[in-house]
């Protein structure tokens, strides 16, 4: 009995384990850019994100830049290192702790707090788990002697990289160039996608079976293969790196998937409404126009949310199709460009500069997720 129909499956506890795990592994990552988004450079670099609500020990490097006075046998430097200008902003919240310091940047920690270290030379340094230290120098210094020294660094959130990305020169151009090339990249493929994909679903034709096949086969192509050809073709005929020419590219990679999704859904309509509709009068564009789309909204939705990702998304096919220049640049290529192009380490800069370009994204797939399943589920139940 356990195979009735409409009888719940005793594997559905297996089912919603798949479903949590696969939230998880989308969602960790996500959390770990947002929080990334908010640390600053060194303390990403020294630490997970997992990890950002605790003390980073870091190494740091600063001058002893107290009033030398003399002693027996030298001069003696006494201060805090927190308090000196080349670290003061680090430790503005009076968290620090050092564990360790040193002479050189080869052993930034060479030493044990507390302990007084002999530098050679006559040269004495101490430095305290509180930042307090001693220097004892022979010699009155021309300049403040370096320190070099490792410290549990308090948590520190700033949205520094937010300002960053959102006052970088000419990004409010590249949002909207990324408006101006994903909008038409998404509409195109879908008018034109639609009525093909209503010719091969309800049209009999000679070669129809064929066309299918094709564009089964298209879907697995890479779109680097065309990249150089396509480009050729572009400039031959006059169009060349261009808005233009870009929208052209965008509807060619994306138009096998639109007209196979758009194809599956239509075919499972309803043959009684089609044929009804024809016994009425309709022509086929009437049948199209009245009938089809809107019957198709799902399926139209769900490829739109797909075409409106992949081109909002893109970089390698802007960096081909696009000018060069800064006022033709969408935010993936400004970002990469301009803002991680000296700053190859950056990973702040670069998880903030994500969550800036998802923004527009996300507010496209929530309003309308509801139509994904059913549109990508199009077809597969007669």
């Not at 201060?79 to 564990?99: H, L, M």
């Not at 006059?238 to 870009?246: C, P, R, T, V």
């Not at 309803?270 to 049948?287: C, Q």
């Amino acid at each position: 009995m356990s195979d009735i129909a409409g009888q719940k499956s005793s594997l559905t506890w297996a089912t919603h384990i798949s479903v949590v795990f696969l939230v998880v592994i989308w969602l960790v990552p996500t959390i770990g850019l947002l929080v990334s988004s908010f640390r600053e450079r060194d303390q990403i670099s020294a630490s997970g994100w997992w990890e950002a609500p605790f003390s980073v020990e870091l190494t740091y490097r600063t001058r002893a830049d107290s009033e030398p006075e003399p002693v027996d046998g030298g001069y003696r430097i006494t201060g805090n290192i927190f308090e000196t200008s080349e670290v003061q902003e680090a430790f503005a919240d009076g968290e620090g702790r050092i564990t360790a310091f040193g002479d050189s940047a080869r052993a930034p920690g060479g030493y044990e707090v507390g302990t007084e270290a002999d530098l050679g030379d006559g040269e004495r340094l101490t430095v305290n788990a509180d930042g307090s230290y001693t220097y004892i120098v022979p010699e009155e210094p021309r300049r403040p002697p370096r320190v070099y020294f490792e410290a549990a660094s308090p948590p520190q959130f700033t949205l520094d990289n937010y300002r960053t990305v959102l006052t970088a020169d000419n990004m409010d151009r590249a949002f909207i160039n990324t408006l101006t090339v994903t909008v038409p990249a998404t509409i195109i493929p879908i008018l034109i996608a639609a009525f093909a994909a209503y010719a091969l679903a309800w049209m009999d034709f000679p070669g129809r079976g064929l066309l299918i096949a094709a564009i089964v086969g298209l879907l697995v192509v890479p779109l680097q293969l065309a990249l150089v050809p396509l480009l050729k073709l572009h400039q031959t005929i006059g169009i060349g790196q261009s808005f233009m020419g870009i929208w052209l590219a965008h509807t060619a990679f994306g138009m096998p998937l639109a007209v196979y999704l758009l194809r599956n859904y239509m075919a499972g309509l309803p043959r009684d409404i089609i044929e009804s509709a024809k016994v009425d009068g309709a022509t086929d564009f009437e049948l199209f126009v009245r009938i089809i789309l809107p019957l198709s909204f799902p399926a139209l939705a769900a490829f739109s949310i797909f075409q409106f990702l992949w081109t909002w998304n893109d970089l390698l096919v802007a960096k081909v199709f696009l000018p060069s220049g800064d006022a033709s640049k969408v935010m993936t290529v400004k970002i990469a460009d301009d803002l991680l192009g000296s700053r190859g380490g950056d990973w702040g800069i670069l998880a903030t500069a994500a969550f800036v370009s998802i923004a527009v994204p996300l507010v496209v797939f929530f309003a309308m997720q509801r139509y994904l399943v059913r549109g990508l589920l199009a077809g597969s139940v007669k």
